[in-house]
């Protein structure tokens, strides 16, 4: 993707699908149920780069049990909107999981095929307990079976943008939830 300025940047983004308050709404709400779960038992909250790094920011901010937070990087999508198939683990977490209750934050649930590889790696490592929490669910191009714990947001089958989520690495940065024009 080429840009030549900041109106050609926008005019890729269709229209606003949730909006920050909505979003802050939804996850206050996580928060509580993350408390409730957990009674005051400490957890550690998992981050899947890149696009769970606002999220991560926001969840971490809305609970209130003690709280450590932790970083892997996985990779499905390699450019533009079209899944490659094949998910890589290119960083994974510095702590011993088995130690933790676990929880793992997502981003989008597309095809499936991040999260069950990312929960079938981490359950092998023994976790006192192991839950997902997603932003966002595309249930309609489930390919392979996975259900998260918690989704926040159920969506149809839409490109979106913003609040973590790229295209071609761009528009992570929107406070919002977009449509992405293609
Ligand atoms: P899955 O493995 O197909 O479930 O895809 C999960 C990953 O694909 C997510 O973590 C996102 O990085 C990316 N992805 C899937 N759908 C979208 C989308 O609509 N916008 C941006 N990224 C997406
Ligand atoms: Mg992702």
């Known amino acids: 993707m080429e840009f030549k300025s900041c109106e050609d940047y926008r005019a890729n983004i269709k229209s606003i699908l949730i909006t920050k308050e909505e979003i802050d ?13 957990y009674d005051g038992r400490p957890i550690l909250l ?43 683990i290119t960083m994974d977490l510095q702590q011993d999981i088995s130690k933790y209750h676990v929880v793992i934050l997502e981003d989008i649930i597309d095809t499936g095929r991040t999260l069950k590889e990312v929960h079938r790696i981490l359950s092998e490592r023994a976790p006192l307990s192991l839950h997902v929490i997603t932003l966002l669910d595309k249930p309609s191009r489930r390919v392979v079976d996975f259900t998260a714990d918690l989704a926040l947001f159920t969506i149809p089958d839409k490109f979106v943008i913003g609040y973590g989520l ?7 940065s929107l406070p919002y939830i977009a449509e992405f024009a293609e």
């Open 46 to 88: 998992v981050c899947i780069l890149k696009g769970s790094f606002v999220f991560m920011a926001d969840v971490c901010r809305a609970v209130s049990v003690p709280c450590e937070i932790g970083f892997m990087c996985a990779k499905s999508y390699f450019e533009g909107t079209v899944s490659s198939g094949n998910v890589q």
């Open 25 to 37: 709404q939804k996850i206050a709400l996580a928060g509580k149920e993350i408390d409730k779960l």
């Open 166 to 172: 790229d295209c071609a690495e761009y528009y992570r």
